[in-house]
């Protein structure tokens, strides 16, 4: 499918971190509300999550992992042609992704930010694609990045425990269609479930003139209804990596390392045996980090490529998955050179 429609094919070309400075222990937390180490650890396998400190925001990690990735790349800032910032918690409603143009100095590029949830960063990786694969732009940043903790309802044990702060970055850029890396993908979404997993407006009817009125309020806590979420996630993911395989003419057996949203220890153990796939071939860094959204699957690929668990020709089979809900799954071959 991929190469016959398309004239231009995609690399990725570098990776970055943007990993915050405060730390959360289980240990921690068990003072916070009733739960234990061995409870966390056993249902998620996290054992400690970051957190953004004083002085620290989205646009501060998210630059963080953008030089990162632009210093791997050996690329320059202002040779930048399209920043995508896939985020839930923006430093501002209207957008962050130019508050990090500006930090790093990409002021040659478009910048706007992109919000599906957990799914965010394998959204933004086919957005860039198409971007690049029109002819459009040449050079991606595409940064991953979320600040949950300030959204979590830290006296929800249900919650809390799940999530901390993370981001990280690729520079995706043009290559030609015989060295096209993104071999395969299919997205998905399905708002019937959206109130399993929300982080929702609410608010009220005041009036601001005669009988006019607006609503105003506030975005309330995370809620979530955890089962339903891991039940979906279990079932829809292997389903999406196989249809995404299916399109880049490959089976699981081609799979050198399995990367997902880093969300449940269980969930990436289920999905890697659905897929017949050992456990030696899933990345995980999970136990570090908890969830952190957007963040998780660039922040666990820029750690595999850093420890040189990733060679080149490697095939990896991406997923994200989470509130919408959204899922969908992007198969990279892993080529750090354009
Ligand atoms: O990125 C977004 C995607 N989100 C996810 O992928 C989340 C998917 N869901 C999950 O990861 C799991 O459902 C959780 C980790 C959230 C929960 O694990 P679970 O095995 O589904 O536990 P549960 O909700 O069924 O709760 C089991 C028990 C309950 O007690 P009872 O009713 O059996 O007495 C809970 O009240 O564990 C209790 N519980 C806790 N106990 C100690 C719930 N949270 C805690 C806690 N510590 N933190």
């Known amino acids: 499918m991929r190469n016959e429609l398309y004239s231009a094919g995609i690399a990725i070309t570098g990776s970055g971190s943007g990993i915050p400075s405060g730390r959360l222990t289980n240990q921690d937390l068990a003072q916070m509300v009733e739960t234990s180490d061995e409870w966390i650890t056993t249902r998620t396998g996290i054992k400690q999550r970051c957190l953004t400190a004083s002085g620290e925001s989205l646009k501060t990690i998210g630059a963080q992992a953008a030089h990162q990735a632009l210093a791997m790349a050996q690329v320059a800032p202002e040779e930048i042609d399209l920043l995508i910032l896939a985020t839930s918690t923006p430093d501002d409603l209207f957008g962050s992704a130019v508050s990090i143009q500006t930090a790093i100095g990409a002021n040659h590029a478009v910048a706007f930010d992109l919000t599906a949830a957990c799914s965010g960063f394998v959204f933004g990786l ?114 999406v990596i196989s249809k995404a395989l299916f399109h880049a003419d490959l089976t699981s057996e081609d799979v050198d390392w399995l990367l997902l949203h880093q969300a449940n220890q269980r969930i990436m153990d289920a999905v ?10 899933v990345i995980s ?35 994200g998955f989470g509130a919408g809900l959204t899922w969908g799954s992007a198969i990279v071959q892993w080529q750090i050179e354009p």
Not at 289 to 300: K, Q
């Open 126 to 239: 086919v957005n860039s694609a198409q971007f690049i694969r029109t002819g459009a732009y040449q050079k991606v940043l595409l940064i991953g990045a979320d600040v949950l903790s300030r959204w979590v309802d830290w006296s929800d044990r249900s919650t809390c425990i799940l999530f901390g702060d993370g981001a990280g970055a690729v520079v995706i850029e043009a290559t030609s269609a015989e060295r096209d890396r993104l071999l395969g993908f299919e997205l998905c979404s399905d708002g019937q479930l959206s109130h399993t997993l929300n982080l929702g407006y609410h608010g009220s009817e005041k009036t601001i003139v005669d009988s006019i009125e607006v609503n105003q309020g506030h975005y309330q806590p995370i809620t979530m209804k955890g089962k339903e979420v891991y039940r979906f996630a279990v079932e829809k993911v292997p389903e």
């Open 272 to 281: 890697a045996q659905r897929l017949s796939l050992p456990p030696e071939r």
């Open 285 to 319: 860094n999970l136990a570090n980090f908890g969830n952190t959204s957007a963040g998780s699957i660039p922040l666990a690929l820029d750690e595999a490529q850093r420890a040189g668990k990733l060679q080149s020709g490697d095939i990896i089979a991406m997923s």
